[in-house]
Structures are given as C-alpha cells and as structure tokens.
C-alpha cells in the first residue's frame, strides 16, 4: 500500500467554524507533511513531523494547528480561518525525514473559507 | 538552501524528446536532486533523484555535470498525457521547499 488518504476531499467552511483536515497512512513511513497550495503556485511547506514530533513549523499563523496522534496519521486542526487560507491542502510522508527519501502525496483536501 | 531556478512554461509535440534544466548555483556537498511531477489538482508524484552523473528509471533521466549546479531532467518520447507542472528540489533534510516549477505542455 503506497497511498496517503486525504479527508475531507472538500470543504466549506466559514470564518468562526473549526474543523479539522485528516490524513493517513500505512506505509511505516515516520516523516509526515503538511503543504499549502494556492491555484497555479507551488506548495509551500507549512509543517514537518519526524517520529511523531514536529520538527519544522515554517512560521505559519496559529489558526492552523497541526497533531500527530501516532506514526500513521496526521491531522490539521483550522480555527478562525480567513478567506485568504482558501487553498489545497496536501499532505505528504516519506521514509525518513531527509530529502533523500521519496515524498508520497495525498490527493488534497481543497478548502474553502467563506 | 539551495535555490532553483526553472524555465516557467515549455511546449512540446507528442513523440518528441523534452528536456527542463534546472540552475541550482549554490547547491551544498549533501544535497539530493529531485524531480516531481503534478497534475491539475493533484498532489506531486515522485519522478526521479540523484546526486551526480546520470540517473534513469523507467520514466526519465536525470543528467548532472561534475559542478552539481544545475540539471536537466530528460523526458523520452512524451505523449499528452505527460502535460503537467515539474518540479526541481534541492536540499538534504526534510525541508522540502518547491521552486516555481515549469508548466510542460504536450500538443497532438
């Protein structure tokens, strides 16, 4: 199994709402990523976790707040969001955390704030 | 950190042979290359890595000079579905920091 799973596919959400981004998965992989990628730019690094503990937080707002309940899954807690976090989400894990290792990524979770 | 620098769009035929060079001037003694690939609304998928000379797989080639400061990903025979955004990184640990990429686009 080399897929990373992505829930939501989609959501909507508005300023005052939280919610929360989910991704998995089971390749035994112990680096784990969130990317920000706004339409026709490049993702940008928003978080790193290396043996379930973040080791790079690329100075992003703290309405975005990110857990690693174990080695297998990776969440993104969201509060407060403006409409300019309107963005794909995507999350990634890989072997180990160097970038010698193969990056998998997931689908996305396309959010929008309204 | 190492930064890229990619042409930003390119245009091929199918059948045709497409190469993207990528600068990467102050690239460090540990530095990995790599190469992913995305589609519209997906995520990036891996293509292919390397460290010097030549590296190929069954999708691609990567071809490095002894100075390391650039790279040119080589792409045999591309067909439309090969349309897409490729990505040029450079970097040894875990901060994956993607350049502007180049938008590849296959025409009939």
């Known amino acids: 199994d080399t897929e990373v799973t992505q829930t939501p596919k989609h959501l909507v959400m508005g300023m005052t709402n939280k919610k929360s981004l989910k991704c998995e998965q089971h390749m035994g992989h112990r680096a784990m990523y969130w990317y920000k990628q706004k339409a026709k730019k490049p993702p940008e690094l928003m978080f790193v976790y290396s043996y379930e503990k973040l080791s790079i937080n690329e100075s992003v707002p703290s309405r975005f707040s990110p857990e690693c309940p174990n080695s297998s899954l990776l969440n993104l807690h969201l509060h407060a969001l403006q409409p300019e976090d309107s963005a794909l989400y995507l999350c990634?894990?890989?072997?180990?955390?160097?970038?010698?290792?193969?990056?998998?990524f997931g689908p996305g979770t396309r959010l929008t704030v309204t | 950190l190492a930064k890229t620098t990619q042409p930003i769009s390119m245009d091929s035929y199918e059948g045709q042979e497409v190469n993207i060079t990528c600068s990467h001037n102050n690239i460090a003694t540990n530095d990995y290359i790599t190469w992913y690939q995305q589609f519209p609304s997906q995520g990036p998928r891996f293509i292919i890595q390397?460290?010097?000379t030549k590296v190929t797989n069954e999708v691609a080639s990567l071809f490095i000079p002894a100075d390391r400061k650039s790279s040119t990903l080589s792409l045999p025979r591309v067909s439309l579905s090969d349309t897409a955004v490729y990505y040029c990184l450079v970097g040894y640990n875990n901060d994956m920091r993607f350049g502007a990429g180049t938008r590849l686009t296959v025409k009939p």
């Open positions: 990634a894990s890989s072997q180990g955390a160097s970038h010698s290792y193969e990056q998998y």
């Open positions: 390397g460290y010097k």
